[in-house]
DNA sequence: AAGGTACGCAACCGCATAAAT
DNA sequence: CATTTATGCGGTTGCGTACCT
């Protein structure tokens, strides 16, 4: 048969939550390779994960520069707008907010602002409250968002494989957490979770005892955290402006 | 305080398209 | 050019947690 070979063994892979450690191998790997060769990344870090599911990770959630956690009424109004003239093409949209992933768009369409709508249009007379500030909003991020965020390719911010401060304290305190008791979470749900994974990535952790990160990694997130207060003060910039622009 | 329910998020699944052989 | 897989995307599900009764 021609074609490409088969990127990954789907019968060892591994399914269900990242552990931290796990993380950090893909976070390693990426930091010295780049994101992009995904077929690459089990077969060379010993990952037991699908390629598919190393970029869905990245992506939604060790990305540089992804920013989590509460919407502003700006983005909301921007999501709002570009769903109404995309529809649910969340990666288009997700293009006006460089620092949202699609699938967190996704998630906050689906949990907030289809029930906020669906409010507003049964109660079509309700000139007052929130929603009118949103929808409100919504006009005029409508037509000053694409000059304000042109739809950006990821590469606005990927290129310095800088990851977002909350990333990386997360990943460690995600390592901290589950470090001295890496052995009582075989039962984890997750079967044969986090018991194997100390035998396989054992050359990874290099030091658990000391819930330190191993010397070299530890300099990557330095330069990591550097980048990211970078980023920050940019962000803050942008801030202004939206707000001098609303 | 305990049990039940709703909510939010991470991850998986399946499909479409692009790319490699 | 045909075949096969990688990649990207949207839909959906399952789990953990917060909130309510």
Partial sequence: MGGRPPCCDNT???K???TPEEDIVLVSYIQEHGPGNWRSVPANTGLMRCSKSCRLRWTN???PGIKRGHFTPQEEAIIIRQQGLLGNRWAAIASYLPRRTDNDIKNYWNTHLKKKLKQFQTAPGSSSGS???TLTACNN????CPDLHPPLPTSCCAPTYASSTENISRLWEGWMKSAPKLGNRAGDGDGGGGG???GSYGEVR???ESNHPPPQQSLLLESWLLEEAAVAEAEGLMDVYTHAMF
């Fill in 12 to 14: 060892t892979v591994k």
């Fill in 16 to 18: 269900g939550p990242w």
């Fill in 61 to 63: 959630y060790l990305r």
């Fill in 131 to 133: 929603h009118r500030h």
């Fill in 141 to 144: 991020g409508a037509t000053m």
């Fill in 196 to 198: 194997e994974l100390q």
């Fill in 206 to 208: 290099q030091d658990p």
